[in-house]
Structure formats: C-alpha cells, structure tokens
C-alpha cells in the first residue's frame, strides 16, 4: 500500500473534528514559512557536550528552587 493509500484509509477514519484539525494542520504546514523551514531545517548533529549537560542540570536547579520568572512576569518587565 503506498503512503497516498494509507493516509486516504486514515482520512476516512477519522471525525469530522479530527478531520478539521488534521486539514489545518496540513495546510499550515504547506503555507507557513516558518513551519516549513522548521520542517526542513537539517538535523541536529553536533554533540551534547559536558558544558551542556552542566547547563540543562543549573536550570533544572533553578526551576526546582523557584528562581524563575513567569511568561506574564517578562512581558511586564519586557514587553
């Protein structure tokens, strides 16, 4: 069964509000710049180094000891 197959049978599985979901999402993905290029961007394939493994456990520290600051908290400060 070829992809176009597949996702036919999937279409008309689904509810009529899966179905709207599903044709926004598609959609999106066809006319969005951002989304394409996020869809197209090459993967990832440098290294997780000590330095970032240090850097994901001091705000994870910082998360679970409260020293954080909301996303209303920075638009206030911010705008």
């Known amino acids: ?14 509810t009529d509000g899966e179905a709207d979901s599903t044709l926004e999402f598609a959609v999106a993905q066809r006319e969005d710049p951002l989304l394409r290029a996020v869809a197209n961007a090459p ?3 440098e290294p997780f180094t000590d330095e ?3 850097a994901v456990a001091e705000g994870r520290a910082d998360f679970a000891a409260g020293r954080t600051v909301s996303h209303e908290e920075m638009l206030r400060r911010y705008g």
């Open 43 to 45: 993967k990832d394939d």
């Open 52 to 54: 970032d493994e240090a």
């Open 1 to 14: 069964m070829t992809t176009k197959e597949r996702l036919h049978k999937l279409v008309d599985e689904l």
